[in-house]
């Protein structure tokens, strides 16, 4: 996929494909002949019904998704499921989290109204998972973010539980990016605006015997067994979003690459993106990545110039070359680009050109 159009490393909200782009432009007035743009059916008729019903079969097969969980289509984001998370599961007792970066820290945190919360594990000013993890025998589940978009880490395998609490997953920043094994994972959720749609939509997969837990505090709305015996229809859902999703579904399932179809194609294109910014990063004197390699992110990549005072230029430079959306997060500082399934390999490769350019410029 080439284009005009520069290359966005926003970290969300996102890049989009761009042949998702033009379909949204050419249905906007007029879905299927109904007359009507998504935006302005009703969620209630068979319209959008259809809509929502491809979409999750799509998602349950890219994923593999198993009969036992309930794919709901809800909204708040991952910021608003680190409430809803503790509201549905936590029982108002015990809760373990393993800190691997900001949004993690954010969920501990959150959690903290709700529950009794422990720090299982802290990568503190580190740049590796730890291993050394302290779970009590008693927590009602163990939180992790499988991918930290500002700090640039991610678990390329879950972990194994072996006390029996359910594993919550955030996989907010790389869900589709990659298979998830659910023998691993009691729920797992996620915010669309990076690899999926737009904002508005946040994916919850839970285990059915995970429903019926939540405090009675738990708004209706965001009561996970509420919304799953509503099919996600309890209050009116985000239309527009669910719709953009399910194409994204349908441009990933239609993918070919390197021999390879469907997750499998996009998977083998982001690990093919991240060894070549990775190794562009590490070739030079120029630039820093500070994460372990063991858990560097495939998809947000944050990075330092080794002289800062040339940040303003580095950026300025590059928005100029069509190289949009390269700050780094302002906790952080640097750079970082997140190179997410719609980010084409033709982007990561201007990329690393400007990289080598303004090394020989400024070097």
Partial sequence: MTSARPFNFSAGPAVLPEPVLHQVAAEMLDWHGSGMSVMEMSHRGKEFGSILEAAERDLRELLAV?????????????????????????????????????????????ARRYADVQIAADIGKGHKIPTDWALRDDAAYVHVCTNETIDGVEFHELPQLTHGAPL????????????IDWSRVGLAF????????????TLVFVRDDLLGRALDICPSAFNYETVAANQSMFNTPPTFAIYVAGLVFQWIKGLDYAGKQGLAAIEQRNIDKAA???????????????VDASCRSRMNVPFFLKDEKLNDVFLAEAKAAGLLQLKGHKSVGGMRASIYNAMPLEGVQALVGFLKAFEARHG
């Fill in 168 to 179: 919550v997953a955030d996989v907010s920043s790389h869900v589709l990016s990659r298979p």
């Fill in 190 to 201: 996620g915010g669309a605006q990076k690899n999926i749609g737009p904002a508005g939509l």
């Fill in 66 to 110: 198993p009969a036992n969980f309930r794919v709901l289509f809800m909204q708040g984001g991952g910021l608003g499921e680190n409430a809803i998370v503790p509201l549905n599961l936590s029982r108002g007792s015990k809760v373990d989290v393993v800190v691997t970066g900001s949004w993690s820290r954010k969920s501990a945190a959150e």
């Fill in 276 to 290: 070549l910014l990775y190794g562009a990063l590490d070739a030079s004197g120029f630039y820093e990545n500070r």
